[in-house]
């Protein structure tokens, strides 16, 4: 369900929103899939670890010595690339742009390194925005308890 909120007020579901939707979805793993994935379909999402020097990055390419690969965040791969020598994969984390190089990290690519090459998912979406499809809000979500 929709919900809006103004600063200092209260939470509300809108009497409308648009709709988006899925089409196709799946899985991709590993360094070639995903480089694939990327030219096919664009960016996609992906589970990573967030060992304690993530949360410091300032910038450059980001490598985990402590074999932390307990997925607990989602990011978005935008692509990859290599500089002197050392291939990165290059994502859009959101954390805010004042993170990383302007919201953004590079993480060592080929070595799954935070598990960032092990659980990715693509997406693609139902064409839903050319016609405006809206949900209209029913009472019933209206009155929903869980609502501010």
Excluded at 23 to 36: F, I, L, R, S, T
Excluded at 78 to 90: K, L
Excluded at 96 to 121: K, L, M, P, Q, T
Aim: hydrophobic letters at 30%; glycine letters at 12%; proline letters at 5%.
């Amino acid at each position: 369900m929709c919900r809006n909120c103004e600063p200092g007020e209260a939470c509300y579901v809108p009497p409308s929103y648009y709709q988006y939707g899925v089409d196709e979805y799946g899985h991709v793993k590993g360094e070639e899939a995903m480089m694939n994935e990327l030219m096919q379909r664009g960016p996609f999402a992906c589970s990573i670890a967030v060992p304690e020097g993530l949360d410091e990055y300032e910038g450059g390419i980001f490598y985990d010595i402590t074999g932390d690969i307990h997925t607990v965040h989602e990011v978005s791969v935008v692509g990859w690339g290599e500089q002197n020598g050392i291939p990165y994969w290059r994502i859009r984390n959101s954390w805010g742009s004042h993170w990383g190089e302007d919201g953004f990290f590079r993480v060592v690519r080929g070595s799954n390194n935070i598990a960032v090459e092990s659980s990715c998912y693509w997406a693609t979406p139902i064409d839903t925005w050319t016609e405006g499809v809206r949900h209209i809000t029913t009472e019933e979500e209206k009155n929903d308890p869980s609502n501010d």
